[in-house]
């Protein structure tokens, strides 16, 4: 999402999220370059998302989940695998993308749940309605689910619903299979402790590391 960054200098596109170890991000430009670049779509450093909005300021952002996230201690994530969204309801809105989402999935834990939950309750309520706006502008044929979930959370998906990931690619249907293939070794589970959150940017060019705030 970036055409709307420029349009309201009273909002910032932000991710709330996990930065990944390098060895998985490794593994997943590795995967990325294995890949036409015409065919492929991505655009964000590595990450996972816990939470993605417009908001006001990233000061305020700051300001409000700190304090959240510092009565969280360190804990595990864990990576089982792949997992393809199929017909993604935000990739099949691209000209290109039909679209078929490739991503590890990430095993939702009491403590993920909760850290996101408590993230989304003090965030929502300063969100902007830049992003609602841009997916409704921009996303044809959304589920009815999702079109309440925009309205209401400014995202097609609420945190009840969430599966924890890290996206890898999006593919169009018609190379998806043969995308597979060539990289399906790398099909793999991994484990790590998280010890910070990050906030990334969109500016126009994907979502960036900003800032990062330890546990």
């Known amino acids: ?20 170890p ?4 490794g593994n997943i430009k590795k ?3 294995i890949i ?20 006001p300021s990233i000061e305020l952002v700051k300001k409000k989940i700190t304090p959240i996230i510092k009565k969280f201690r360190p804990f595990n994530m864990a990576i089982s695998g792949f997992h393809t969204f199929e017909n ?30 408590s993230l989304f309750s003090e965030l929502n309520m300063i969100r902007t309605k830049d992003q609602e706006e841009h997916i409704m502008k921009n996303y044809l044929k959304l589920p009815e689910k999702a079109l309440k979930n925009i309205e209401m959370f400014g995202y097609p998906v609420n945190v009840d619903d969430w599966i924890f990931h890290c ?8 190379i998806y299979k043969s995308v ?4 399906k070794s790398y099909d793999k ?25 330890r546990l």
């Open 36 to 55: 036409d670049r015409d065919d492929l779509y991505d655009s964000h450093e590595p990450h996972i998302t816990l939470i993605i909005n417009t908001f």
């Open 88 to 117: 993604d309801t935000l990739t099949k809105g691209n000209k290109i993308f039909k679209g078929d989402t490739l991503v590890y999935e990430v095993k939702k834990t009491e403590e993920l749940a909760k850290l996101q939950n």
């Open 167 to 174: 996206t890898i690619l999006a593919a169009s249907p018609e």
């Open 189 to 213: 589970s991994y484990s790590w402790k998280v010890d910070h959150l990050c906030i990334f940017q969109n500016k126009g060019n994907g979502y960036k590391v900003i800032d990062r705030i």
């Open 22 to 25: 390098k060895e998985i991000i």
């Open 31 to 33: 995967m990325q370059s």
């Open 1 to 20: 999402m970036k055409d709307y960054l420029n349009k309201n200098p009273h909002s910032v596109s932000l991710i709330v999220g996990i930065e990944l």
């Open 180 to 183: 597979m293939q060539k990289i």
